[in-house]
């Protein structure tokens, strides 16, 4: 097994050289958490700038779904390059229509569908809400506490993850009511059944006292949710959320942004519950690093969309389209059954080291889609953000790179052609990571 730690200094000249020109230069409102300056990376391994070497277990926030520089999506992009780099939504080519039939082909939505083209998750957001009150001729939304679905100001007014991806952009776009997310972890409803009760709220309270069905032109949910901590939903809900909204004329939309393209064992995270929204968002993974969105509809959804309603001046760009090709040919024959087989390995993996980590209160995930909440102690489940801060830190410095989602859970989003053998060596290096931020916080176990 490679070596799990990192002798040379971090960060090393060149990244603190890099890191000082940075903050000259760059807007302060990037949410950045240790200082990895990246120089190459191959498959789930990456390099900074001083030649030390990091697993990639954030895999630029579960976007480098084939690995980094997969050499087949390189290719592909070459490719297209040489042809042509730009032509506007106004026009037509090849590489967009081929990636709009195979969309098609994957038969998301159990009937034909129909695409638009962006350029990232918000974006695709964006236009989900717009074809949504045009095609119901509503204004109305539901949304999920906990929710991310972007930064721009329609998305935001679902996001609803952090008050501080809020805080001084009031007002942004009224119409959005928010329910609580299913978490059976951190249930807020009595019952054991967290999906039902929050079905029975939405039907009895909010239809009833503050918001009439009958304006709500579409639900939107992430099938597992992301930032708001990685949270699998009980069984049934989404089933329960599709019958209330068939009930009520409403389009169930769902954001699918992080956690489809493989990441959960089967190509959309909705695909586990045989739910099928009206409306899908897609990103991240699609283009295994460049910048593509998807708004995916079913067809007399988006059909009717006329000439100008919507449109944009980069969406279907020609290398972008030949990424997504080129890795949905990679994640549909190889690494969606990949990311179920080591995903479970690896889920099991996590379990282990609860035994050796009290604060590990919670291991959930489907796939490679996994989360691992910490808490000060699992009786009272109050969250440990400084350890959950303090372990990603020391797992900088001891060779891997992670993320954090919710109030304190440590992400794990690798690539979907990650080994078991990258599997072990990251456990190792948590392991020993938990171990030191517990020492450096005075913590004793």
């Known amino acids: 097994m490679k070596t799990a730690h990192i002798r040379t200094e971090l960060p090393g000249p060149k990244a603190r050289a890099i890191l000082a020109r940075d ?52 290719q ?27 969309i098609n082909a994957l038969d998301p939505m159990g009937e034909p569908v129909m695409c638009f083209f962006a350029q990232s998750g918000t974006e695709a957001v964006e236009g989900a809400i717009k074809l949504a009150r045009f095609h119901t001729g509503r204004g109305r939304f539901i949304g999920f506490l906990g929710a991310f679905h972007g930064r721009t100001m329609g998305s935001l007014a679902f996001t609803a ?35 039902k009760a929050v079905l029975d709220y939405l039907e009895q309270v909010v239809f009833q006292c503050n918001v009439p069905a009958n304006e709500v032109a579409g639900i939107l949910i992430e099938p597992m949710q992301g930032e708001g901590g990685y949270v699998v939903p ?70 009717n969309w006329p000439r100008g309603a919507h449109g944009n001046t980069y969406g279907g760009n020609p290398l972008c389209c030949a990424a997504a090709l080129a890795t949905l040919d990679l ?35 489907r796939g490679l889609f996994i989360g691992m909440e910490l808490v000060k102690d699992r009786a009272s489940k109050v969250p440990a953000k400084e350890f959950c801060d303090a372990t990603i830190t020391r797992a900088f410095h001891n060779g891997m790179l992670l993320l954090s989602c919710g109030a304190s859970t440590i992400r794990f989003a690798p690539p979907l052609m990650v080994s078991r053998g990258e599997v072990d060596e990251a456990v190792t290096i948590l392991d020993a990571s938990l171990a030191e931020a517990r020492e450096a916080l005075g913590r004793s176990r």
């Open 331 to 365: 994640v549909e024959h190889e690494y969606t059954a990949n990311a179920a087989e080591v995903g479970a390995y690896f889920l099991n993996r996590l379990r282990a080291l609860e035994e050796r980590h009290p604060e590990a209160g919670d291991v959930r995930g």
């Open 161 to 195: 993850s952090k008050h501080t991806q809020h805080k001084g952009f009031f007002p942004g776009m009224p119409g959005v009511t928010h329910v609580p997310y299913p978490n059976p972890y951190r249930p807020l409803f009595a019952g054991a059944d967290q999906g």
């Open 234 to 303: 009980p069984d049934g809900f989404l089933h329960g959320l599709r019958d209330l909204c068939d009930r009520h004329g409403i389009l169930l939309s769902c954001d699918e942004v992080q956690c489809g393209i493989g990441q959960t064992g089967k190509m959309c995270a909705a695909d586990h519950s045989g739910v099928r929204p009206d409306i899908m968002t897609l990103a991240k993974g699609l283009g295994s690093g460049l910048p593509i969105g998807l708004v995916v509809a079913k067809k007399p959804v988006m059909e």
């Open 76 to 102: 592909a992009i070459k490719d297209a390059a040489e042809k042509f780099l730009h032509i506007s939504s106004d026009y037509w080519h090849e590489g967009q229509v081929r990636l709009g039939e195979r």
């Open 23 to 74: 903050a000259a230069v760059t807007s302060p409102s990037y949410p950045r958490d240790y200082p990895f300056v990246m120089d190459h990376g191959r498959g789930a391994e990456v390099w900074d700038v001083d030649g030390n070497r990091f697993l990639d277990f954030a895999a630029g926030i579960a976007v480098c779904s084939t690995g980094h520089s997969h050499p087949q999506v390189v």
